[in-house]
C-alpha cells in the first residue's frame, strides 16, 4: 500500500528524498520486527545521509511470503527469490527472521545489499537482529560505497561506542549516485508528510 506520496516534477539537485519499500516476514502472525524496529532503522539513515542532502521515507509496507527462504534466508537462491516482490521504483529493503553469509556459512549476518544474478536488480534485506545502523550501512552500499577499516565509519565493521560518520568522499560519492537514480529508475518523492 502507497500511503501519502507524491512525485515531485524535478527536485532540487541538493535535497533528494528516496521512498523504501519494506517487506516484513510474518512466520507466526506478527513481523520480525515492529514498526518501532523500522523507524529506528530509518531514523539513523536520515542522520547520516540527510546531511549529504539525501533523505529516506517509509512508503511502504508489505507481509512478506511466507516460504521458508523468505523468512530465514540461508542461500543465494533465498537472496534471489525477493525479486518477485520489488516495488518499482523505490529502494525495495526486506525484512527477515535471519539471514545466513552465503560465504561463510556458519556467520549470521546483520544485513546484505544483494543484486539478483538475473535481473541484476538490487536490494536490501535485513535481519531481525540488525543494529539500528545496519539499514544505513547497506544503503551505503547501495549508493556505491565500498567496506573500509576506518573505526566508527558507516562502512567499517569496527566500532568502539564512538559517533558513526561517512567520510568526505563517501558523501560525495552518494550525493553523485543520488543524482544517477533520480534520473533513472528511483523516484524522487516530494515534501515529507505522514507515512504510516
Do not use: C
Amino acid at each position: 500500500m502507497l500511503v501519502g506520496v507524491t512525485i515531485a516534477p524535478s527536485a532540487r539537485a541538493e535535497e533528494r528524498t528516496f521512498g523504501i519499500a519494506f517487506t516484513v516476514a510474518e512466520p507466526s502472525g506478527a513481523p520480525v520486527q515492529p514498526d518501532a524496529w523500522i523507524d529506528a532503522q530509518v531514523a539513523e539513515a536520515e542522520r547520516l545521509f540527510g546531511a549529504v542532502g539525501v533523505h529516506f521515507r517509509w512508503v511502504v509496507r508489505k507481509i512478506g511470503k511466507k516460504d521458508p527462504g523468505r523468512i530465514e534466508v540461508e542461500t543465494r537462491d533465498d537472496r534471489d527469490a525477493f525479486q518477485d516482490q520489488l516495488e518499482g521504483g523505490y529502494i525495495n529493503v526486506f525484512v527477515v527472521r535471519s539471514l545466513r553469509d552465503v560465504d561463510e556459512p556458519p556467520r549470521m549476518r546483520m544485513g546484505v545489499t544483494w543484486t539478483q544474478r538475473e535481473s541484476k536488480k538490487r536490494y536490501v534485506v535485513l535481519s531481525s537482529i540488525a543494529k539500528p545502523s545496519v539499514l544505513a550501512h547497506e544503503l551505503g552500499h547501495f549508493f556505491g560505497n565500498a567496506h573500509t577499516t576506518v573505526v566508527n565509519n558507516l562502512m567499517s565493521y569496527d566500532r568502539d561506542g564512538g559517533i558513526v560518520f561517512l567520510s568526505d568522499e563517501q558523501k560525495t560519492r552518494i550525493g553523485e549516485r543520488a543524482e544517477g537514480f533520480a534520473r533513472g529508475a528511483l523516484f524522487v518523492l516530494g515534501p515529507p508528510r505522514a507515512y504510516h
